[in-house]
């Protein structure tokens, strides 16, 4: 079942991707459950690459078909090399430095970015979470009454 419409996705997408323009920051790498549900509308482990352009593109580990029942986003099987080659010409990634363990930023520095600059990207996510979107609104009110 899909909670949110490819619309409503690609809002919070194109809100977040508005702050990582405003910090020069070319993508961000989202890992974290919370995260991974506000811009998919499902929780499967992976990672989320959003662009400064505004492109998402999830890149799942496990359960590849349940996320594509569920969320109305670019969708992909995890893989090194689809993430390497989707940040070839990228040189600042952001990754959240507020939730990332130490082994999870390690794993990222060896294995995907290497010869990146990686910056945090905690105030520019939590910044374009502030404002909210018709959809989150409507859901605030119902859980109200």
């Known amino acids: 079942m899909k909670l949110f419409t490819k619309k409503e996705l690609l809002k919070r997408s194109e809100m977040f991707s508005n702050q990582l323009s405003d910090h020069n920051i ?3 790498m989202l890992t974290l459950n919370s995260d991974l549900f506000y811009f998919t ?3 499967q482990k992976g990672v989320l690459l959003i662009k400064k ?3 998402a593109i999830w890149f799942v ?3 590849f078909e349940r996320a594509l029942s569920e969320s109305e986003i670019d969708i ?3 893989d090194y090399d689809a993430i ?4 070839k010409d990228f040189n600042r990634i952001g990754i959240p430095f507020d939730t990332m363990t130490i082994n999870e930023l390690k794993w990222f520095e060896s294995k995907l970015m290497t010869k ?4 945090d990207v905690s105030l520019p996510l939590a910044l374009s979470k502030t404002v909210k979107t018709e959809t989150e609104i409507e859901f605030m ?3 109200g009454k």
């Open 141 to 143: 009110k119902k859980a």
């Open 61 to 63: 580990r496990k359960n």
């Open 53 to 55: 352009d505004g492109n």
């Open 41 to 43: 509308g499902s929780v």
């Open 76 to 78: 992909k099987p995890f």
């Open 84 to 87: 390497k080659a989707e940040i």
């Open 116 to 119: 990146k600059e990686i910056v």
């Open 26 to 28: 070319d993508a961000a």
